[in-house]
């Protein structure tokens, strides 16, 4: 099965070992996006990625001001990379993301994928042995 890799920090080629998708606003029952809500469905998808991806390291691409409504489709997605940048005892790096796009992906945004090229994956990054 062909892997879909992505470049994250400039140069570095990542792949997406796990993709959930879902709409941002699902569960909301009362209020309207703006500030207030928005934090708490950002607490609330980063504290449902770190679960999903037993990952503590998350990194959210957020789409536009806090107190504007976000797009309706929240991706998270687990990136590996079978390098290490800090411990050379380790065998594999990785990162969970989570962006919004208009649409279930695939494909992924190209305004996203460009985002994906800056995130500092080497800093922000877990890695762990097998």
Not at 37 to 65: C, F, G, T, Y
Not at 70 to 94: H, T
Request: glycine fraction near 4%; proline fraction near 5%.
């Amino acid at each position: 099965m062909k892997r879909h890799t992505f470049l994250f920090d400039k140069d570095l080629e990542v792949s997406m070992e796990k993709l959930v998708q879902k709409y941002t606003y699902d569960g909301l029952l009362e209020g309207l996006p703006g500030e207030i809500v928005n934090r708490m469905v950002l607490n609330n998808l980063e504290q449902s990625a770190k679960n999903d991806l037993h990952q503590e390291e998350i990194h959210i691409l957020l789409p536009r001001a806090m107190n504007e409504e976000f797009p309706p489709v929240v991706c998270i997605a687990y990136m590996e990379c079978l390098a290490v940048f800090k411990n050379s005892k380790k065998n594999y790096s990785s990162l969970g993301v989570i962006w919004f796009q208009d649409d279930f992906a695939f494909p992924i945004e190209t305004a996203v994928l460009e985002q994906f090229k800056s995130i500092p994956f080497r800093k922000l990054c877990g890695e762990f042995e097998y």
